[in-house]
T-cell receptor
Framework: DQQVKQNSPSLSVQEGRISILNCDYT??????FLWYKKYPAEGPTFLIS?????DKNEDGRFTVFLNKSAKHLSLHIVPSQPGDSAVYFC?????????????FGTGTKLQVIP | EAGVTQFPSHSVIEKGQTVTLRCDPI?????LYWYRRVMGKEIKFLLH????????ESGMPNNRFLAERTGGTYSTLKVQPAELEDSGVYFC??????????????FGPGTRLTVL
């Protein structure tokens, strides 16, 4: 029973254009939503997060949008760069007073074409 | 500052053998997590330590898996006896214990376990 779904296993985008990665979750009790980025042979690296009380969070070229009614999360990368080519994991967790039991999606492999 | 390290990077064993994975968290991080990713699937939570205490081991697949964190520093994850379905990449992550739910988890590079 997968609680976090990333339905697109891969995405190709031209350099300079916008990359949009999507994620759907099933449990409305989740409080925090994150995106992790993973290069081959490395562990996931935290990219950006948003709490359930917000609907948008920006950090440079990266913006995360949260639609709680649709239980949908998206990551926008503008402009996309070749170095952004990686696997992106959507992740969620409920508030639990100091630790994070994180549930991850299956990942979307982004390829940015120069 | 050194990041989270894991050893070995890759282990190939036969079904029925024993393997022990090691994780060294970032110095000073009291939270330590183990995760596993089976080929192409999601990264799944296995368990969580606060210092040397197991806080949540609800993700451990079965009693063939044993995690320890003696002294609250490094952690080991032993699989005994290993089965084919145990193959995957095992990640360790650590974070500070500040009582905030937003503390970032820092991941190690993972150990790729192949059971033949």
């Amino acid at each position: 029973d997968q609680q976090v779904k990333q339905n697109s296993p891969s995405l190709s985008v031209q350099e300079g254009r916008i990359s949009i990665l999507n994620c759907d979750y099933t449990n409305s009790m989740f409080d925090y939503f994150l995106w992790y980025k993973k290069y081959p042979a490395e562990g996931p690296t935290f990219l950006i997060s948003i709490s359930s009380i917000k609907d948008k969070n920006e950090d440079g070229r990266f913006t995360v949008f949260l639609n709680k009614s649709a239980k949908h999360l998206s990551l926008h990368i503008v402009p996309s760069q070749p170095g952004d080519s990686a696997v992106y994991f959507c992740a969620v967790y409920p508030y639990s007073g100091g630790y994070q039991k994180v549930t991850f999606g299956t990942g979307t492999k982004l390829q940015v074409i120069p | 500052e050194a990041g989270v390290t894991q050893f070995p990077s890759h282990s190939v064993i036969e079904k029925g053998q024993t393997v022990t994975l090691r994780c060294d968290p970032i110095s000073g991080h009291d939270n330590l997590y183990w995760y596993r990713r089976v080929m192409g699937k999601e990264i799944k939570f296995l368990l969580h330590f606060v210092k040397e205490s197991k806080q949540d081991e609800s993700g451990m697949p079965n009693n063939r898996f044993l995690a320890e964190r003696t002294g609250g520093t490094y952690s080991t994850l032993k699989v005994q006896p290993a089965e084919l379905e145990d193959s995957g990449v095992y990640f360790c992550a650590s974070s500070q214990l500040d009582g905030r739910s937003t503390d970032t988890q820092y991941f190690g590079p993972g150990t790729r376990l192949t059971v033949l």
